[in-house]
């Protein structure tokens, strides 16, 4: 199928191909307010992460504390002072602008295939699945255990593989202080996901600027399958993530990261921090760009809920049955992106 830049590159586009349409019932504009105005009644964490790895013991805490509310309150949070560099984080924006800028036919040579394929390029999330295309183009990529790259732009495996590396550890004193949080050893997470050799996908999303924005969609609402999704974006709205049943848009401040709780923690902490719906919309005005790195357990770690928060006995029994991760991953592929449609079939009481 057509990209979705190609066909917002069309001299003169006014409407959008119909099948890219979808029914108007679900609207995105239904939003209650923007959860990034800082001082708002309903404003999503910022959390200051230097103060989580040098901070004194009390600061540590506090911040511990603090990640704890935000996972089971919002399950979304920005993280500022996190350690990446700034010009890093500028840097790998570029290179993923110019990677979509590349000829379509170069960037055809990674086209999905299969869900696992270390390199992939397509557009919407799941054609052969869905009745209408979402309005966006995408690179996935596996970064870790092993390391991938697009062989085009030169400069895009330097620069990724030092970016990977980089959100890594940020994300490893994230688990910590969350495993804290949940009353547990520091070392809990990364142990139970077998983080060293952790799955770790790359996503960018390109949200073209679309003639009829009222129409489309650049992602439904979902929730993330990993464990935790690490997202840096172009500083355009357009996310929006439900709150207490409300819709709001989240823009994140300049330097931050955003991160969210996928299903994976969702299980492991039995449901005390639950994966969270967002959804991408479009605009007619400016490309957006998201960049994702999802982080999972290893292809091969089973994961059910922390036997140190479940007990039979007592009103806390498991919530979800045990699945390897690359099994949930494979579901996907025959899957289309929907609410929180995989997890749901692993739930053991409603
Ligand atoms: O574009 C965004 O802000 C969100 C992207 C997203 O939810 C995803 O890639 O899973
Ligand atoms: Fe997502």
């Known amino acids: 199928m057509a990209s979705v830049k190609s066909i917002a590159d069309s001299p003169n586009l006014t409407s959008i191909p119909s099948s890219f349409i979808f029914a108007t019932d ?3 504009d239904d939003v209650a307010a923007d959860a990034s105005l800082q001082g708002a009644e309903d404003s999503i964490p910022i959390i200051d992460l230097s103060l989580l790895i040098n901070g004194t013991p009390q600061q540590r805490a506090k911040v511990v504390n603090e990640l704890g509310k935000a996972c089971e309150d919002w399950g979304f949070f920005m993280v500022v002072n996190h350690g990446v560099e700034e010009k890093l984080m500028k840097d790998l924006m570029e290179i993923c ?3 979509f800028e590349l000829k379509e036919e170069e960037k055809r040579e990674y086209e999905t295939k299969h ?5 992939r390029y397509g557009t919407s999330f799941n054609p052969k699945m869905e009745k209408a295309f979402f309005w966006r183009d995408y690179l996935k990529i596996m970064v870790h255990p092993k390391f991938h790259a697009p062989t085009k732009p030169t400069r895009f495996r330097g620069i990724l593989e030092e970016y990977c590396t980089s959100v890594r550890e940020m994300t490893r ?3 910590r ?3 804290e949080s949940l009353g547990l050893e520091g070392c809990f997470l990364e142990k139970a996901t077998d983080l060293e050799s952790s799955l770790i996908l790359f996503a960018a999303n ?3 600027p679309c003639p009829q924005p009222e129409l489309a969609r650049g992602l439904p609402s979902h929730s993330d399958l990993c464990l935790l999704t690490i997202l840096l974006t172009n500083q355009i709205a357009g996310l929006q993530i439900l709150h207490h049943d409300k819709w709001f848009n989240v823009n994140p401040i300049p330097n931050s990261f955003i991160i969210n709780v996928g299903d994976q923690l969702e299980i492991l902490s039995n449901g005390k921090y639950e994966s969270v719906l967002h959804r991408a919309k ?4 400016a490309t957006r760009i998201s960049i994702g790195m999802a982080v999972g357990p290893s292809h091969e770690t089973v994961v059910g809920p922390a036997p140190q928060l479940v007990n039979e006995d007592t009103n806390n029994p498991p919530m979800f049955k045990s699945i390897k991760y690359k099994d949930y991953m494979e579901i996907m592929q025959s899957s ?3 609410e929180k449609s995989i997890l749901d079939r692993f739930r053991l009481h409603l």
Request: net charge negative.
């Open 206 to 208: 390109l949200y073209p």
């Open 177 to 179: 202080g969350i495993s």
């Open 97 to 99: 602008v110019e990677f």
């Open 26 to 28: 679900d609207s995105f």
């Open 282 to 285: 479009v605009n007619d005005k």
């Open 115 to 119: 869900v696992l394929d270390p390199i």
């Open 173 to 175: 004193e994230l688990l």
């Open 336 to 338: 289309q992106l929907q």
